[in-house]
C-alpha cells in the first residue's frame, strides 16, 4: 500500500464511522448509481467540524420533547405563538454557540440559523431577531455605555427587536418620520410618532414578547435642527408583566402568509422619554448641553454607516432562501425517484424522475442549490472581512471600497437567492403533483416562509438599483479618468476589458463544446458590458428629453438597469463556482459531477437571457439556441443518476425535513398513509353531521318572489 493509500485509508474510516449511512429502500436503486461518494461530497462542502456541530444541533432538538411535532399539524396561532417562544427559550439553555464560539468561527454562526431554521423559521427569527439583529446592533453600533443591554440579550432579561420600517415607509429609510427630540432640561430624548401612519411596523418579536426596541428615529438638537436618522435603545414593555410602558402604544399586526409563530407588531410613541445615553452613539452623539457631534464629515457617509447592519442581512437572508431552496429540491428529487407513474407499452411503471421534462423542471434548481451553497458561504466570508476592518478602525481607501462593494452584493445576491427559491420552491410543489399539496408534505410552508426574503430589508427590485448605481459609477469611472478597476473583491475587475469583451461572440461550435462552465461565464462577461454600455445609452437618453436625474434613472429600470443588477451577481454566482471546479484541492472523485452542476447551472442561467443575447448579436441565428437548450437537456440527463445522492448531501434528518414523502427511506406511500392515519380526528364524523343529516334545506325558499 502507498504512502498516501495510508493516509487515505483512516480519514475514510472516520468519515465513515462519523456519518451514519441513510435507510436501505427504494432509494437505493439510484443511490447505487451515482459516480461519487456523497459522504465525500459532505465533507467537502462542510467540514468534519461544521459537520459535527450540526449534528449536535440536529440530535439535540430531536431528542427534546419541547420540539416534537407532526407533519402538517395544524396549530392554533396563540399555541403557536407559545410554542415558538418556549422552544426560543430552550435554546438560551442549550447556547449551541457561545461568543467565543461565535467569534472564533463566525460560520458557526450562518450553519446554526440553518438548522434552525430547516426546524422552524419563526423559531428561528425570534431567536436571531433578539440575539442577532437588537444585541448585534446595539454592540455594532453603540459605545461601551451600552454593553449592559448587549449581556441581558443574552439571557432574556431583555427580548429585543429592530424597529426601522413604519406604516407609510419601507424602502425609503431617509423618509422615516418618528422624532427623537433632545430636551437638555432633563437630558432626555423624547421619541414621538407624528401620527399613526409613522408606527412602527412590521417589526418582528414586537407583536407580544418584545421588552426593547433599536429604534430608529429623526434626531433633532434643541435648535430644531435635523440631524437625520439615528437609532435609540426604547423600553417598550415592563419585563415583569409585558405590559406596555406609559406613551407606548404596542399591539400586534395579525396572522401573515406565513412565519406566524413569529409576532410581528407595531408601536407608537407619544413623547416617551429615555436617556440621552440610549443613542447608540457610534456614528454621531449628542453633549449634554444639546450640541451634536459626529465623526463623519459626510453626512451620507454617516448615513450609510448607520445602516451597516442591514448589508449583512441581506447576504444572510440570500442564505435563508437558499436553505429553502435546498428543502423544496430534497422533497421533489426523493419523491421523484420514487413516484412510478406510465412506463413503455407491457411494461413496469418507472419512476418520474427518469422523464426528461421532470429532469428539466427539477434539476437544474438542484444545480442552482449547488452554485448557491458556494457563493452565499463566500460572499459572507467577504463580509466578515470587511466587518474585521471595521472593528479595526481601517480608515483605508480600500476598506471603504470593499464597503461600496459588499454592498452592491448584497442588494443584488437577496433578489438572486429568494427568487430562485420561490420559483424553485413552486416548481417542486407542482412536480409532485397532488401529494405536493397536502401541507404535510411542507412544500406550501416552505413557499409562504420563504415569501417575505423577497421584500423584508428592502424590497428585491428595488435593491437592485443600488447595485447597478454601482457598476454604472465604475463605468464613469473608466470613461472619464481611464483608471485600472480593481475592486478589493474582484467583482468587477473584468470590466478592464470592457471594449476587448464586447467584441467577442459565441464560440462554441458542438453541443459538447456547451458542456464546459466557461462558455456560459463567457456569454455571462459579454452580457454584463453590454447592459453596462446599454443603460449608460438609457440614461444618457433619458437626460437629453429634459428629464432630471430622478425621472431618468426611474425610466431607465425595465431592461436596462434592473437586468444590468441582475446579470452581475448571476455572473458573479456562477464565476466563483466555476473557480471551484478547478482548483487543485477540489476532490478529484467530486470534480466532474461538481462541473456538471456548474454548467447546467451557467447554462440554465443564461438561458432567460437569450432575447438580450441575439439583441447584441453575440448570438447570431439558430444553431446557438439549439446547442444551448440541447446541453441544458444533456446535463440534466447525465446528472439524473446522481440527483438522490447529490440531495442526500444537502438533507438534514427525516425529523428536520418534516415531510413524509422527502423521507430518506423512500417508503413514498408507507410514510404518507401513516402520517395520514395518524391525523386527529381523520375518522371521525364533523361535530356538526346534525346539520346534515336532520336539517335539510327548503330548495328555493329565499328566492325573491318578484
Known sequence: MSLQAELVQPEQEKMELNV??????????????????????????????????????????????????????????????????????????????????????????????????????????????NKGMFGATVANSGSGRHNKYVEATENMSTFGCFALTELSHGSNTRAMRTTATYDPSTQEFLINSPDFEAAKFWVGNLGKTATHAVVFAQLYTPDQVCHGLHSFIVPVRDPKTLLALPGVLVGDIGKKLGQNGLDNGFALFNNVRIPRENLLNKTGDVTPDGHYITPFKDSKKRFGASLGALSGGRVS??????????????????????????????????????????????????????????????????FVEFQMGQLMRDKSDRQAEMGREIHAIGCSSKPLGSWIAQRGIQECR?????????????????????????????DNNVLLQQTSNYLLSWLHVKRCDDVQIVSPLHTVDFLNDFHKILKQGFTAQTMEDCLDSAVPLAAYKWLVCFLLEESQKRLEQQRALGKDEFEARNDSQVYFCRSLAITYIEHECLKRFHELTRKEDTPLGLKPVLSRLCALYGLWSISSHMATLYQGNYLSGREPAELIQMAIVTLCSQLKDDAVALVDVLAPPDFILNSPIGNSDGQLYQNLWSTIMQGSQVLERPYWWREFCADKPAVGSLRPKL
Open 317 to 382: 437572508i440570500t442564505r435563508m432562501a437558499l436553505v429553502n431552496l435546498k428543502l423544496a429540491v430534497i422533497v421533489a428529487i426523493r419523491f421523484s425517484a420514487t413516484r412510478r407513474q406510465f412506463g413503455p407499452k407491457d411494461t413496469d411503471e418507472i419512476p418520474v424522475l427518469e422523464y426528461q421534462l421532470q429532469q428539466w423542471r427539477l434539476i437544474p434548481y438542484l444545480a442552482a442549490a449547488y452554485a448557491l451553497e458556494l457563493f452565499t458561504k463566500s460572499i459572507f466570508m467577504n
Open 20 to 129: 451514519a449511512d441513510l435507510p436501505r429502500g427504494p432509494l437505493d436503486i439510484y443511490r447505487h448509481k451515482a459516480s461519487f461518494n456523497w459522504k465525500k461530497m459532505l465533507y467537502f462542502i462542510d467540514g468534519e467540524e461544521i459537520l459535527t456541530f450540526k449534528q449536535h444541533v440536529f440530535k439535540t432538538l430531536e431528542n427534546d420533547p419541547l420540539f416534537a411535532r407532526t407533519p402538517g399539524e395544524d396549530v392554533p396561532l396563540e399555541r403557536m405563538r407559545e410554542l415558538t417562544f418556549l422552544r426560543v427559550k430552550q435554546l438560551f439553555c442549550y447556547e449551541f454557540l457561545t461568543k467565543e464560539d461565535a467569534m472564533s468561527d463566525p460560520w458557526k454562526l450562518v450553519v446554526l440559523n440553518d438548522c434552525l431554521g430547516m426546524f422552524d423559521w419563526s423559531m428561528a427569527a425570534k431567536f436571531s431577531l
Open 430 to 458: 407542482e412536480a409532485c403533483g397532488g401529494h405536493g399539496y397536502l401541507a404535510m408534505n411542507r412544500l406550501g410552508d416552505l413557499r409562504n416562509d420563504n415569501d417575505p426574503n423577497c421584500t423584508y430589508e428592502g
